[in-house]
């Protein structure tokens, strides 16, 4: 098994979301693509299983548990196949949904993949629960922005959305990670999407992630496309539109993600971002 390394949402390796890909696990069962993925041990390692016809199985693991959707692993291996067999299509079944990805390469040749996520929707956070999330994340009402409201946002995996009234309640991110583990495991919330708004269509975000056994998600695709639906459903902002996401700046890994929102209500929401190759370690033969 060849296990690629690709940082997603970002044309520079020291940016982006690191993402271990395999390109072609026929054969491979879950206990040992669970395995593969602790060693790689970036925040999710991505299974591809050809079907013919630019179709395909897909499976998420991080290093601790399978997971039913992962945005930029989904680009990291899109970008990683379109440079291997060339830029096109994909439709990629998922346990969250079918997933369907095109790929193209610019004039400097970098390689630009886009998602469309299954049919978002949002749901409404329970006040205890909220409680619960505030104080795991040591935040209170004050902290946040009271013009977005918390919300459990999907899009293929649940994403607690929670606005901060400023950039710097952002930028002092310091939660209780096993009582947030905790939390979210009762929950079934794959990252909390913790967002400021810089202007109507460009957000900063941080995704706190225990269940996968890392701290911070530096860019997290499947939540930006949860917040997508998140601001369709609640109006907040006029569709069709195009939001920017600023993301991982605060780990030391900028990244960059576009989403696009169309205004029919069931469509799902586009995520689009580069990603490029990492340069060590090398890709392992396993």
Do not use: K
Not at 132 to 154: I, K, M, N, Q
């Amino acid at each position: 098994m060849e296990i690629l390394r690709y940082a997603a949402f970002s044309a520079d390796p020291s940016g982006g979301n690191p993402a271990g890909v395999v390109l072609d696990a026929t054969g491979v069962d879950g206990d040992e693509m669970l395995r593969v993925a602790a060693e790689v041990g970036y925040s999710e390692t991505a299974f591809l299983l050809p079907r013919g016809d630019d179709r395909f199985d897909i499976r998420y693991f991080s290093p601790l548990a399978e997971v039913p959707f992962c945005g930029h692993a989904t680009i990291a291996t899109a970008a990683a196949y379109a440079q291997r067999h060339g830029a096109g299509r994909m439709h990629l079944s998922t346990r969250a949904g079918l997933i369907d990805v095109t790929t193209a390469f610019t004039p400097d040749g970098t390689t630009i993949a886009t998602l469309t996520s299954v049919a978002p929707r949002t749901d409404p956070i329970v006040a205890a629960d909220l409680a619960e999330l505030l104080a795991a994340l040591r935040w209170d009402s004050a902290d946040l922005d009271p013009a977005l409201p918390p919300r459990v946002a999907f899009a293929g995996a649940r994403h607690p959305v929670i606005a901060a009234a400023t950039r710097q309640r952002l930028a002092d991110l310091d939660y209780d990670l096993p009582v947030l583990a905790a939390l979210m495991a009762r929950h079934d919330w794959t990252t909390v999407d913790l967002v400021w708004r810089e202007s109507p269509t460009v957000f900063h975000a941080r995704n706190p992630f225990p269940p996968g056994g890392v701290v911070e998600d530096p860019a997290t695709g499947a939540a930006a496309a949860a917040l997508g639906g998140y601001l369709r459903e609640l109006g907040l902002v006029t569709p069709p539109a195009i939001v920017t996401i600023h993301q991982g700046a605060d780990l030391g890994r900028p990244s960059v993600l576009t989403i696009g929102i169309p205004a029919t209500p069931t469509s799902g929401i586009t995520v689009t971002g580069p990603a490029v190759p990492l340069p060590a370690p090398p890709p392992a033969l396993i």
